[in-house]
Nanobody, 124 residues
Framework: QVHLVESGGGSVQAGGSLRLSCPLS????????MGWFRQAPGKEREGVAC?????DTLYADSVKDRFTISLDQNILYLQMNNLKPEDSAMYYC????????????????????WGQGTRVTVSS
């Protein structure tokens, strides 16, 4: 059974950095896709950055050039730099077996497995 646990959230001032982590367990095949999504109070959950096991990545326009997604030994990371107050949200790690390509990589409907989330708060 796939199990995801996010860590690394916290409170920072605008311009600061955080790195989120999400180890993948319970899946032994080589082909998969993972991503980071976020949900602010009163808003829908949105895709932030996603990656597949082929190394393809996709970012939301709002985080391009500030956030970097990576996979290393089955651990998903999200390096977040130059954080802004509008980045404040609960951040979720998501997973699906198989390689997703194209715009669907950033679609929450593609991911059946989710972690519990880690909160990021950015103050101005």
């Amino acid at each position: 059974q796939v199990h995801l646990v996010e860590s690394g959230g916290g409170s920072v001032q605008a311009g600061g950095s955080l790195r989120l982590s999400c180890p993948l367990s319970g899946y032994t095949y080589k082909a998969y896709s993972m991503g980071w999504f976020r949900q602010a109070p009163g808003k829908e959950r949105e895709g932030v950055a996603c990656i597949n096991s082929d190394g393809d990545t996709l970012y939301a326009d709002s985080v391009k050039d500030r956030f970097t997604i990576s996979l290393d030994q089955n651990i998903l990371y999200l390096q977040m730099n130059n954080l802004k107050p509008e980045d404040s949200a609960m951040y979720y790690c998501a997973f699906r077996g198989g390689v997703v390509i194209g715009p669907s990589l950033l679609s929450r409907s593609c991911y059946p497995y989710w972690g519990q989330g880690t909160r990021v708060t950015v103050s101005s």
